[in-house]
């Protein structure tokens, strides 16, 4: 099958599985596995122009709302967290969207800078990891619905604080410090073309200690947002700059929504009954693995 915007040649079944794998795991931490489907398209399908982070945008428009959903459903939803994450990712995104296309149109920088943010993301996660203990997996095991102890409960939602209790714990973290890191964070998402949310769950964990089960729906659904306005400023971006290709390939990322959206419900709906730990580690390897494989390449 040819995706013409994106000049390729590829068996229409290829990227929805390949989307389904990826989403299946990430969704679990709340990434909506845009970051990992960037190195898919470029190194494995050989799309390589910056309409391929428009694409990748696009998919995630298609495959998010299910895991929200779900995430939703399950009363792990932390709307506050997710107004924040919106509010400060916005700008970033619109932001990174015009760096993307003026500074970093060369598909080699781009990889080098691409590298270096998940290479950064990956260490700050395995530092957190070897300093704070495992949180337990709610005990939902064999039950539809998660206990009363599972689900959010919003205690403060201020400009200075946003607070909640959740699985007999409270948590709380400072409201600007979650907006100036979205900003930054979204301007990165912005660039690499993942959606401003795409890799702020990592931080949260990392940086504010928030769990991961309560971080992912707040997480996606910023990056959902994001997502819808990203492909909008590039489809401007393309109408501006005619002799680029800068919009997304509908085709290629409607295919691969549709793989991400079966992967993302299922992977939301099984993410408490993964231990915290082990969904920690799994982002690690994910985001070094592909980090190392943008990198590499320079030094040889």
């Not at 694409?55 to 506050?80: C, D, H």
């Not at 395995?126 to 998660?146: D, F, H, I």
Request: proline content about 6%; overall charge positive.
């Amino acid at each position: 099958m040819h995706f013409a915007v994106a000049g390729i040649d590829v068996a229409p079944w290829i990227p929805p599985v390949a989307a389904f794998v990826i989403s299946f795991f990430t969704s679990m931490g709340g990434v909506s596995g845009a970051f990992l489907l960037m190195p898919f398209q470029m190194s494995v399908l050989g799309y390589t122009s910056p309409s391929v982070s428009a694409t990748n945008q696009l998919f995630n428009i298609v495959a998010i709302p299910s895991g929200v959903y779900r995430y939703y459903k399950e009363g792990r939803m932390v709307w506050p967290l997710t107004w924040a994450v919106i509010l400060g990712t916005l700008p970033g995104v619109l932001l990174g969207a015009v760096i993307r296309i003026h500074y970093l149109p060369d598909a080699k920088n781009f990889k080098i800078f691409a590298g270096m943010v998940l290479g950064y993301i990956g260490l700050r996660m395995v530092m957190n990891m070897r300093t704070q203990k495992a949180t337990p997996a709610p005990q939902t095991l064999r039950t539809e619905t998660p206990l009363p102890d599972s689900t959010v409960r919003i205690q403060e939602c201020s400009i200075r604080c946003i607070s909640f209790d959740f699985s007999g714990q409270t948590y709380s973290t400072s409201t600007l410090r979650i907006m100036v890191m979205s900003l930054v964070v979204g301007a990165v998402g912005g660039i690499y073309g993942i959606g401003g949310g795409s890799i702020v769950a990592p931080f949260f964990v990392s940086v504010c200690g928030l769990p991961v089960y309560t971080v992912a729906g707040a997480s996606l659904m910023g990056t959902l947002v994001t997502s819808v306005v990203g492909v909008g400023v590039y489809e401007v971006l393309a109408v501006l700059s005619p002799d680029q290709s800068i919009a997304p390939d509908y085709g290629l990322g409607m295919l691969l929504g549709a793989g991400g959206m079966a992967g993302m419900y299922c992977g939301a709906r099984l993410q408490k009954f993964i231990p915290a730990s082990y969904i920690k580690a799994m982002l690690c390897l994910i985001i070094l693995g592909t980090a190392l494989s943008y990198i590499a390449p320079v030094f040889y």
